[in-house]
């Protein structure tokens, strides 16, 4: 069985191409894609050939941000399953070629504990399901309060969400980027351009913690000077290695918070209030492409400053 599937085939080429399936199993369901995303994060590395993982190696399939109609299921799987529309965090189902993390394809299966059904949300603002679960549960261990001053560095899709779910707890947060493209999309009490002004000067009073969603040393060590003491520092981005300078650290006694994707429960959170209307999304969707246009589409969503998150549209492919 074979289906169509984006492939990094060396770093700077991607291309979609026909990929070999696997045999699915008696847990397993198949899924047929209508939509994925480009993780400019995540899938900028692996164009780059940078990510650094021993199984990571190219060529691979791409893609954790998964949305389609499950079409088959295993004979351990319950029918019910058929014809739902369901969000999964990418398939390992490749024959030959490597399938980390494999969601970037027309058709794909995986064991049915791994999906997440989407019953009462649009299918579309699916695919935002695990950027929002990932700040989320970085929020959840920052455990932010209404009497918590937040800075959150870098307003690509991570930090726009994670200021909103800061928002949420009545927090006061600040926002910050250095793309005006992305600040007209931000939610916060203060919304500071970090190329025009000084954060110190837009900031009056000290924060109590500082989410970094930008990936930046550089920022968040010009960041530190408004770190109040006993305050906390949230890595929400991805870095090769960590360079701060300690002495302001050290002086303010400062937390070092470090959190990885999500916990088990997070995507079902992140669609429930998504569906609830209790956390705005849909603006965070600017651009829509055809999953044929592969190239085009990595292009843009890696390159162009007006793009916070776009979507593969794999209906016409």
């Known amino acids: 069985m074979n289906t169509q599937a984006i492939v990094i085939t060396e770093p700077g080429q991607v291309a979609l ?5 696997r045999t699915p199993g008696p847990n397993d369901v198949v899924i047929q894609t209508a939509y994925t995303s480009i993780s400019a994060g995540t899938e ?13 190696q190219l060529p691979v399939v791409p ?18 399953w058929k014809d739902r529309w369901v969000y999964v965090g990418g398939a390992l189902c490749y024959d030959g070629i490597n399938g980390a993390w494999g969601g970037q394809a027309a058709m794909l299966f995986t064991d049915v504990s791994r999906v997440v059904p989407l019953d ?22 920052l455990q932010p309060t209404h009497s918590d001053r937040v800075l959150v560095l870098g307003q690509g ?22 793309e005006d493209a992305r600040l007209r999309y931000a939610e916060g009490d203060v919304v500071v351009n970090a190329g025009h002004n000084a954060l110190v000067d837009a900031i009056d009073q000290p924060v109590s913690a500082i989410v970094e969603a930008s990936g930046s040393m550089a920022a968040l060590t010009s960041a530190l000077p408004l770190l109040a003491d006993g305050g906390t520092i949230l890595l929400l981005g ?37 569906a609830e209307g209790t956390l705005p999304v849909e603006s965070l969707l600017t651009h829509d492409i055809p999953a ?7 292009d843009i969503a890696l390159n162009d400053l007006n793009c916070l998150k776009l979507v593969l549209d794999w209906q016409t492919t």
């Open 44 to 56: 900028r590395m692996l164009l780059n050939g940078q990510m650094p993982h021993p199984m990571l």
């Open 157 to 178: 899709p991570v930090g726009q969400l994670a200021a909103r779910l800061a928002r949420r707890r009545d927090s006061w947060v600040a926002v910050a980027d250095r």
């Open 292 to 298: 044929h246009d592969a190239a085009k589409a990595y």
């Open 17 to 21: 191409q026909q990929v070999a399936l």
């Open 120 to 141: 009462n949300l649009s299918p579309r603002l699916g695919v935002l399901l695990a950027l929002t679960a990932t700040a989320l549960h970085g929020i959840d261990l």
């Open 238 to 274: 991805y870095y090769e290695n960590l360079d701060l300078p300690y002495m302001p650290l050290f002086l303010k006694e400062a937390r070092l918070l470090t959190a990885r994707e999500w916990a088990p429960d997070d995507l079902v959170r992140s669609r429930d209030m998504i």
């Open 63 to 80: 893609g954790y941000e998964t949305v389609g109609r499950v079409i088959d299921v295993g004979d351990a799987v319950s029918a019910e």
